[in-house]
């Protein structure tokens, strides 16, 4: 299933590409945020730590691609609205668990990252103007940084048991 | 040497510690104690705070207990959010998660300095040993094992059985994070020592819960049919019985809702089999129109409920015993159905088979009032002898009464033989309607008198029977103690506390509480100068209903909370003492001189 | 969609309340989904009165900044059409699970319909009863095993779709949070139609589900019903495919009244005003016995 609807990659001028980046990133650092929610409602703080933290890295690219936007573009209407993408970088409403530990986390933002770099690559050979080509290059370019980044801190953590949560933890409540 | 403790452990969802209360209970059954568990939560579904209380002891256990002997927090936040489930006093031993950097002498205790307080790496011993922190619980066991000398043999032998199916490397993680427990217990032994005495002869024990105890009567006394709905904190009663009835050629309808649920096990009722709901209160209020057709139909129903904090959705994971009014009252017309409330976990098993019984005999619902506390707690019981009960079936048309036969006869007793489809010139309209000897609708003014008459005098046998009360210490003692459902538990050890004191109590439990026994609390009242009428609801229901029904002394008072603060017995003890002390000052008064 | 300009952001309508929902569970896209639909129908919070029944998925109300009501299981409808009868400019909403609305609250929903007042009804359906740990639901598939179903349902599940289509609701909709654009636009949809409109929405139970029923699931098996060349105009077009219910995840509309009945609300009002010139003074109201 495609991430986006309505959007005409033939002919998306570097305004609307700059704000479906933008929106993208906001996307991605509200869902973190969510998750992040949870996970503390639910007492799985280290994936809430890690939650915050992505949705801390996503309001700054987002910041840093619609400040390069203002500059260009100052605040003319976008074209672009948020209806037209959906999960694009965000993780998957169910990618969040409860108990899940900070690796899964991890591999969930990692699953995101690769989506998204996957998203700038398989558009780019449909976008005709230079400029937008350059942009998801660039785009497409962090992308790889960010799982590179992902993967240390991957590398960082202990490994998983093997055992899951639930051969330890409490049945659900009944209400 | 301890013979009783008492052992809070809070958390959160992940961490496992109701977890670890079902392995240890499960354990100390193993060893021959006697034991009641107890757990409580956050209202997430997963992932919230939860926490439970083990009250173990050599001897038997009447209640869950009052300030903890043993508390265990893996978080303080969690732990405090529990409040005065969790009573932290003097005595207790505090034994916390060290990483929550929350130092030994600065517990976020308010006036409360713990006399052993120990700030253990759990999880950091868990992942070293286990390799996760999520084996966190089983350290916990094994602290307690290493400290308290609780079934240390019983308690792996039950881990090997709970994974056994998940792997031998789990079970052996298991076994390395439960020594980890015992090694540090060892290296950090307690001041002073608190281990358990050993039962000398354990005999076999069931461990079990209120409406397991509830459902495998019913299936005992013959119960064949049983119509439900999903409904916090009565469910197990229906799963149990979605199990098992069908070995027994019986039927178990999980309906569309509660109404439909009773509706249906009254239509089996009328085809002849004994038939069973179970609810909580907000059930029973949907439930009440059917019940209602049950009594003027004369149909033998049993009707659990399980009570739970109210009013209407209320607390469904809390006890509370605020339905008294709505079993006894809760119909439209002129409406007595029998009333029974188990006052332990194994008495559960007494009561509904008792309330089969009654069903039968007198043609009518009867109503089962347990509450959250005994339907969910897990306690260690001594096995049942079911020998000793008889079983009553209801009474048949003879093939002479068949020859004429008139489904609502007015009898000696009040009691009409009950036909059923399938047999032969049994024939008869069940309905709601008034009616007359055959069934027949009627308005009359003087037949609806002779039948309301008859649908109450059928009772009396039963407003009379003294085997359903217990009255326990010095019959002529002139402090008194009257409880019901789960505080009678509490109540029974207060008496003995007082005693311990030199206050002389005696304490009445009632196991039918409708109709009324007024000869029974009459009798009972003689000796009585003062006392307390314990139960958990806001308007101390039981004491109101007996002052509908009996002169209770001026003296007697109720002593009642709302649900959710559950009874401790020494505080029962401080009240009654309070109320003597102000009674001999009142005494004191009168006898001054006027000035 | 008509471009107005938007009077509320969707977080405008987000309340403070933390859900008790799992982690992954489906209620979360779909209180987005609300979210982004009042705002695109640009009424405000005050002006939005949203009742639930009882279930995990009835919490919903709580987690919006709308006036909610959390009442009884199974009579969400009833006390739904209580407020809009009492104010029938009110935007009402009405919510719950598959449970609450088909099993005991199942007897209400014909008669909710055949009034046809102006109230949107979603309905959250993950064949299970989540709150009350597990037990099968009026929409399990036959055969599921659960605690109340060990050896497995004897039943047929109920069509919820099939359900409403023939008790003649005139707006009928099913979606899903893997598609949570499409779900809000169908829930703004079902909204802007005037009548009692219901949203079927396929929202997984991610503790008491089969791992291989979650969103990603969806995701993968969706079938969209624009993309299919229905014609949600035609209501046997539309029964026939809610013949499909448990193994197709259609989504889209599936049946859009062309023409829409008159609202309960409209008809009260006109023989409210018809039958208006005939009253007494209420202070003269003995006079009805009068005997001249």
Request: net charge negative.
């Given at each position: 299933m495609s991430t986006t609807r309505g959007i005409d990659f033939a002919h998306l001028s570097l305004q609307d590409a700059l704000d479906l980046a933008v929106l993208i990133e906001e996307e991605a650092r509200e869902r973190y945020e969510e998750f992040a929610e949870q996970m503390e409602v639910h007492h799985t703080p280290e994936a809430a730590r890690f939650f915050r933290f992505m949705s801390g890295n996503e309001e700054k690219h987002r910041a840093e691609l619609a400040a390069r936007r203002e500059e260009l573009f100052g605040d003319a209407p976008a074209?672009?609205?948020?209806?037209?993408?959906?999960?694009v970088e965000a993780p998957e409403y169910d990618e969040a668990r409860v108990f899940m530990s900070a690796r899964e986390a991890l591999r969930a933002a990692l699953r995101s990252e690769e989506k998204a770099h996957a998203f700038f690559v398989e558009a780019l050979p449909r976008l005709e103007d230079g400029a937008v080509r350059a942009l998801f290059e660039e785009l497409r370019d962090e992308e790889v940084e960010h799982q590179r980044l992902v993967k240390v801190e991957l590398s960082k953590l202990p490994p998983d048991?093997?055992?899951?949560?639930?051969?330890f933890a409490d049945e659900p409540v009944a209400h | 040497m301890t013979r009783d403790l008492i052992i809070g452990m809070a958390g959160?969802?992940?961490?496992g510690i109701v977890s670890a209360g079902e392995s240890l209970i499960s354990a100390c059954a193993a060893e021959g104690y006697h034991a009641i568990m107890t757990k409580s939560f956050g209202s997430?579904?997963?992932g919230g705070e939860s926490s439970c209380r083990v009250r173990l002891a050599v001897d038997e256990v009447l209640?869950?207990?009052?300030?903890?002997?043993v508390a265990v927090a893996l978080n303080w936040e969690d732990f405090l959010k529990f409040g005065a489930e969790l009573p932290v006093a003097g005595k207790t031993v505090v034994i916390y998660e060290?990483?929550?950097?929350?130092a030994p002498d600065r517990?976020?205790?308010?006036g409360i300095t713990p006399n052993e307080v120990f700030a253990v790496p759990i999880g950091e011993l868990a992942r070293k040993t286990a390799?996760?922190?999520?084996?966190k619980n089983t350290v916990v066991l094994g602290l307690l094992a290493g400290w308290f000398g609780i079934a240390e043999d019983a308690i792996r032998r039950g881990f090997r059985k709970k994974f056994a199916k998940k792997g031998a490397e789990l079970v052996e993680a298991n076994d390395r994070a439960f020594e980890a427990g015992i090694e540090y217990a060892r290296e950090h032994p307690l001041a002073v020592s608190r281990k358990m005495e050993s039962v000398p002869t354990p005999g076999a024990k069931l461990l079990t819960d209120g409406n397991d105890m509830c459902a495998a009567a019913a299936i005992f006394a013959g119960c064949r049919f049983f119509g439900g709905y999903p409904i916090t904190p009565s469910t197990e009663v229906m799963q149990f019985l979605s199990r098992e009835i069908w070995k027994y050629g019986g039927t178990t309808l999980q309906a569309e809702d509660e109404i439909a649920g009773i509706g249906a096990a009254l239509g089996a009722s009328f085809a002849g089999l004994k038939a069973m709901t179970a609810t909580s209160g907000p059930g029973m209020s949907l439930k009440s129109e059917i019940m209602g057709l049950a009594t003027i139909a004369e149909l033998p129903l049993v009707i659990v409920n399980v009570q739970?904090?109210?009013?209407?959705?209320?607390?469904?994971?809390k006890s509370e015993q605020s339905d008294l009014f709505q079993a006894v009252f809760?119909?439209?017309?002129d409406v007595v159905r029998p009333v029974l409330a188990p006052t332990t976990v194994a008495d559960t098993f007494d009561v509904t088979v008792e309330a089969f019984n009654l069903a039968e005999q007198y043609q009518t619902p009867v109503i089962v009032l347990s509450d959250q506390e005994l339907a969910q707690r897990k306690e260690i019981v001594d096995p049942i002898d079911t020998a000793r009960f008889e079983l009553v079936e209801r009474r048949r048309p003879t093939a002479s009464e068949l020859e004429?036969?008139?489904?609502?006869r007015l009898t000696d007793s009040g009691i009409s033989p009950i036909s059923q489809p399938g047999?032969?010139?049994?024939n008869y309209l069940g309905a709601g309607i008034e009616h007359n000897e055959h069934g027949d609708p009627t308005a009359s003014g003087s037949v609806h008198a002779r039948m309301n008459e008859k649908r109450f005098r059928k009772l009396n046998s039963l407003r009379r029977r003294e085997d359903l009360f217990t009255i326990e210490g010095?019959?002529?003692?002139?402090l008194a103690l009257i409880s019901w459902g789960s505080t009678a538990g509490v109540c029974r050890e207060a008496m003995q506390l007082a005693a311990e004191k030199g206050l002389k109590v005696k304490l009445l439990v009632p196991r039918?509480?409708?109709?009324?026994n007024e000869d029974i609390y009459r009798s009972f009242f003689t000796s009585v100068q003062a006392g307390l009428v314990v139960e958990q609801s806001h308007q101390g229901q039981l004491y109101r209903l007996l002052r509908m029904f009996v002169d209770v002394?001026?003296?007697?008072r109720p002593f009642c909370r709302s649900g959710a603060n559950p009874f401790r017995p020494l505080e029962i003890v401080d009240h009654l003492r309070n109320l003597v002390l102000s009674l001999q000052r009142r005494l004191q008064e009168s006898l001054q001189p006027q000035e | 969609m008509q471009a107005t300009?938007?009077?509320?952001?969707?977080?405008?309508?987000?309340?403070d309340l933390k859900p008790?929902?799992?982690?992954?569970?489906g209620d979360y896209g779909v209180v987005q989904a609300i979210y982004r639909a009042l705002a695109a129908v640009?009424?405000?919070?005050?002006e939005i009165a949203f009742i639930s029944g009882i279930g995990c998925s009835s919490r919903?109300?709580?987690?919006?900044?709308?006036?909610g009501f959390n009442s009884v299981h199974g009579r969400a409808l009833p006390i739904a059409q209580g407020i809009k009868m009492a104010n029938p400019d009110l935007l009402v909403l009405a919510a719950g699970g598959d449970g609450d609305g088909f099993s005991i609250g199942g007897g209400h929903l014909p008669h909710a319909i055949r009034r046809n007042p102006d109230i949107t009804y979603i309905v959250m359906d993950n064949?299970?009863?989540?709150?009350?740990?597990?037990q099968l639901s009026?929409?399990?598939?036959?055969g599921l095993h659960t605690v109340t179903s060990?050896?497995?349902?004897?039943e047929n599940p109920v069509n919820p779709l099939m359900y409403v289509l023939s008790y003649g609701a005139p707006f009928v909709a099913q979606g899903t949070p893997a598609d949570l654009p499409g779900l809000a636009e169908m829930i703004e949809e079902a909204i802007r139609y005037p009548g009692f409109a219901f949203v079927n929405v396929q929202s997984p139970c991610v503790?008491?589900?089969?791992?291989?029923?979650q969103i990603k699931a969806h995701k993968a098996s969706m079938k969209r019903l624009s993309e299919l060349g229905h014609?949600?105009?035609?209501l046997i077009r539309a029964l026939d495919v809610s013949q499909a219910y448990g193994t197709e995840l259609h989504t889209g509309?599936?049946?859009?009244?062309?023409?829409p009945p008159p609202t309960f609300e409209a008809l009260v009002r006109a023989r409210q005003q018809e039958l208006a010139p005939r009253a007494l003074p209420p202070e003269r109201i003995l006079d009805l016995f009068l005997q001249e």
């Open positions: 074209a672009v609205t948020r209806a037209m993408l959906f999960d048991p093997g055992f899951e949560p639930d051969a | 959160s969802g992940g961490d997430q579904i997963r209640n869950p207990g009052g300030a903890l002997d060290e990483r929550t950097g929350v517990l976020p205790l308010v390799g996760t922190e999520r084996a739970r904090g109210g009013p209407s959705t209320g607390m469904p994971t809760s119909a439209h017309g004429d036969y008139q489904r609502f047999v032969k010139g049994g010095e019959r002529e003692s002139p039918l509480l409708y109709p009324v002394p001026a003296d007697v | 300009a938007p009077v509320c952001a969707p977080k405008d309508f987000k309340s008790i929902w799992c982690p992954g569970c640009g009424r405000l919070p005050h919903i109300p709580g987690y919006t900044t709308a006036y064949q299970i009863y989540g709150l009350t740990k597990g009026p929409t399990s598939p036959k060990g050896y497995g349902s004897l503790t008491y589900g089969e791992e291989e029923q014609d949600p105009s035609e509309v599936v049946y859009r009244n062309p023409a």
